[in-house]
C-alpha cells in the first residue's frame, strides 16, 4: 500500500527544488529490514515482515513526509525541513517502535527484525541521482558490518 519508486523519484525531484529554493533541510534514509530467521535469500515471512514494517511502523510519520517502496526489499523515507540530528533522531525512534512490534509470521508474539539505514541530508548544487547514490552508499556500508544500524553520509 505504499507508494512506489517512481512516486518516490517525483517527490524527491520536487522536495529537492524546494530546499533549493527555501534553503531547507531534506534527508533521505534507504532503510532495508534485516533478514528473518538468519536466511541469506527471501522468503514468504519476508514478504509479511515488510508488509508489517509498511502498516505498523513506517506508517506514523507526519503527513508531508514520504514512504515509498524503493526496491524489492528496501523502503526510502523522504524526510522535508529535517536537518541531519533530527533525521537520525526520527530512525532511532522508528528503531524503537520496530524493537516495541510484533509481528504474525508465525507466532503473535514474534518481534520485528530490526532494519538497516543509509542517511544521507541534501548538500547544495546535489542532484537528485547524488543525493540516492550518498544514501544507498551508507546504507551498503552499514550492511557490511552491522545490522540495524544507522550510517549517514554527510558528505558527497
Do not use: M
Amino acid at each position: 500500500g505504499l507508494p512506489n519508486r517512481a512516486t518516490f523519484l517525483r517527490h524527491l525531484e520536487a522536495e529537492i527544488d524546494r530546499a533549493k529554493r527555501h534553503g531547507s533541510p531534506l534527508a533521505l534514509a534507504i532503510i532495508k529490514p534485516d533478514k528473518t530467521g538468519g536466511h541469506a535469500t527471501a522468503t514468504p515471512a519476508d514478504g509479511e515482515v515488510l508488509r508489517t514494517y509498511a502498516q505498523s511502523v513506517l506508517s506514523r510519520f507526519r503527513a508531508y513526509d514520504l514512504v515509498a517502496r524503493y526496491s524489492e526489499e528496501e523502503f526510502a523515507l523522504l524526510l522535508p525541513n529535517i536537518g541531519e540530528e533530527q533525521a537520525l533522531s526520527v530512525l532511532r525512534n522508528t528503531q524503537q517502535r520496530v524493537t516495541a512490534a510484533s509481528s504474525h509470521i508465525n507466532d503473535p508474539q514474534q518481534k520485528l527484525p530490526g532494519f538497516s539505514s543509509g542517511l544521507a541530508c541534501y548538500l547544495s548544487g546535489e542532484s537528485a541521482e547524488q543525493f540516492q547514490a550518498r544514501a544507498a552508499s551508507a546504507l551498503k556500508q552499514v550492511r557490511k558490518s552491522s545490522p540495524n544500524w544507522i550510517e549517514a553520509a554527510l558528505r558527497a
